[in-house]
């Protein structure tokens, strides 16, 4: 009955002429939300329920409003079914602080039927993150998710619980302790030399260089090595890790009108979860028999073991009395490995593309390192803690670019916020763009100004002052600060130090967006580097 199109994987009902057929994919390509609602309303149900399912839904609202009394935070218009969905628009973390504007810094809106408060001042943060802390520190359930993180036995994206906890503690005290994150000072160092000399190559030539590449081979290349032991960079590991970054926001119908499941079944997307999910575990499976294998044969050096090698050995002490399956471990890595390759990836993207539109910043910086390296090959990731103005660029990158923008939460128990009822099992989305940018607390919000980190203790990146969250706060707070630091500190030092960069052709910045799981830029970020004459 309906027709699928080779492209965008939708189904069109082909009683529709080809110029109807040409705007509906193009309102589709809009937004993931308008594919839903077009996929939604004028191809499944229009034809047949709508009018039986508007009216029940209507009525259905209406009761459920006037029963509740309670004083919940202020909502947007809704529509019948899909209520607020529609709101949300491509770049979420925008149209989110747009509807904020409008409603205030706790929003309620339903995203179907699934109920979601929208955080966006500082001290709302504050409110969730710390003082009620114990109430918002699960994250959530989505099918989806389950699938592709083994039932759930992930870090990052399971429940608040026992199991969540102890694996925690063995992750921040074994894998990212300061003592672990030391141990793989040599892995940074030689990525960040071979990344170096990638970019000597092109200087003669006066080519351009794919700054967006570099980064995500450097970034991806160390996390290769410290997580998985070794290198994995070929075309068919890049796509999986793609598609799998894809399906963590993919946008399912089913999770937010469960009635509906049945068209993500139809649009494929259990399906492909399952797909990743085996290529995945394949993927680790033979990593693990690799790893196993060396261990036996050669002992794996205490200096050379990765994040991998570290859990199989806990497995085997079998100590803290923490059932270690191979799905635990496997689940753990995926994990760690997609949260640490993109969002430093991100930062360094955006912290180059923030130089490169800002001269001044740029040339201050090199003269910070200059005085540092004094003529000296490369800076030394000893050396780096005393590099000041590049701890406030890296801050202020972070502040107007948080890699990853919004911080999912969800609520375990009733309870009274700002004086407004949040129910149990509501989805808490913190909004650290938003904040980041907010105008009552930053002067000139929009400026990309270093200076105002210098000289203050005020902000960290522990997250506590929730006016600079990037890296969220309390107990689930990112575990891999230092790691991350570290690593983005050593490559902007190095880079800046030996290279003088510009823009081909002295073409303005393009600073747009992407949608994904974090925002990285939209376009490539393309330069030319030239070798520094004098450094010193
Ligand atoms: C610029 C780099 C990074 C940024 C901006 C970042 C940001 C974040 C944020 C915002 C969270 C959620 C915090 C919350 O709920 O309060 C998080 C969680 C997490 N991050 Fe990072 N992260 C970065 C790098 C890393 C690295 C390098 C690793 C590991 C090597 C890592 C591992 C994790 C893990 C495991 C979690 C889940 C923690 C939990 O749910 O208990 N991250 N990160």
């Not at 504007?101 to 955080?119: A, F, N, Q």
Request: proline letters at 4%; hydrophobic letters at 40%; charged letters at 25%.
């Amino acid at each position: 009955m309906y027709k699928k199109m080779e492209t965008s994987n939708l189904y069109i009902n082909p009683s529709l002429n080809s110029k109807q057929q040409i705007r509906f994919i193009k309102l589709l390509r809009t937004s993931p939300k308008m594919l839903f609602s077009m996929n939604l309303f004028a191809y499944f149900v229009v034809p047949s329920f709508i009018p039986i399912l508007v009216t029940i839904t209507y009525l259905k609202w209406l009761s459920s409003s006037s029963r509740t009394h309670k004083n919940l935070p202020p909502s947007p218009w809704k529509l019948p079914i899909i209520r607020n969905l529609h709101l949300v628009g491509k770049n979420y973390h925008r149209s989110l602080r747009k509807l904020a504007r409008k409603h205030g810094p706790l929003m309620l809106m339903h995203l179907g039927s699934v109920p979601v408060v929208v955080v966006s001042t500082a001290h709302a943060a504050q409110e969730i993150l710390k003082t009620n802390e114990l109430v918002f520190l699960d994250r959530g359930e989505s099918d989806i998710i389950r699938k592709i993180t083994y039932g759930g036995k992930d870090i990052a994206l399971s429940n608040y619980g026992e199991y969540w906890r102890q694996l925690r503690s063995i992750v921040v005290l074994h894998l990212l302790s300061n003592k672990s994150v030391q141990s793989f000072q040599q892995v940074r160092e030689e990525e960040m030399t071979l990344m170096i000399e990638k970019i000597q190559e092109t200087c003669g030539s006066n080519s351009v260089v794919n700054f967006t590449k570099l980064i995500l081979s450097f970034s991806n290349d160390v996390m290769c090595r410290v997580a998985l032991g070794r290198k994995y960079n070929g075309k068919k590991f890049n796509t999986m890790v793609e598609q799998f970054k894809q399906l963590v926001v993919a946008f399912s119908v089913g999770q937010y009108i469960p009635s509906l499941s049945w068209v993500d079944e139809l649009r494929g997307l259990h399906a492909r979860s399952q797909k990743i999910a085996k290529e995945f575990d394949e993927f680790l499976e033979g990593v693990i028999e690799e790893r196993l294998c060396i261990d036996t044969k050669e002992s794996v050096d205490h200096q050379d073991r990765s994040f991998i090698d570290i859990l199989l050995e806990k497995q085997k002490e079998d100590e803290s009395g923490f059932q270690f399956s191979r799905d635990t471990i496997k689940a753990v890595i995926l994990d760690i490995f997609v949260a640490a390759t993109d969002t430093t990836f991100t930062a360094l993207e955006w912290a180059f593309s923030e130089l490169l539109r800002n001269p001044l910043v740029m040339k201050t910086l090199q003269k910070e390192v200059n005085l540092l390296a004094q003529g000296k090959p490369k800076i030394n990731e000893g050396d780096i803690g005393k590099l000041e103005y590049l701890d406030a660029v890296l801050k202020e990158t972070m502040r107007l670019h948080a890699p990853a923008p919004i911080i999912p939460r969800a609520s375990s128990q009733d309870v009274q916020i700002m004086g407004y009822e949040i129910e149990t099992g509501t989805r808490i989305v913190i909004n650290v763009w938003a904040i980041g940018r907010d105008p009552a607390i930053w002067e000139e919000p929009e400026e990309f100004r270093p200076e105002r980190f210098l000289n203050t203790s005020s902000y960290d990146y522990k997250g506590s002052h929730f006016e600079f969250i990037p890296f969220g706060a309390g107990r689930r707070g990112c575990p891999g600060t230092q790691f991350a630091n570290t690593l983005i500190k050593l490559a902007l030092a190095n880079v800046v130090y030996k290279f003088d960069l510009a823009l081909p052709g002295g073409e303005n910045m393009d600073m747009s967006e992407s949608t994904a799981l974090t925002v990285h830029r939209l376009n490539h970020l393309l330069l030319v580097a030239t070798p520094r004459s004098k450094l010193n």
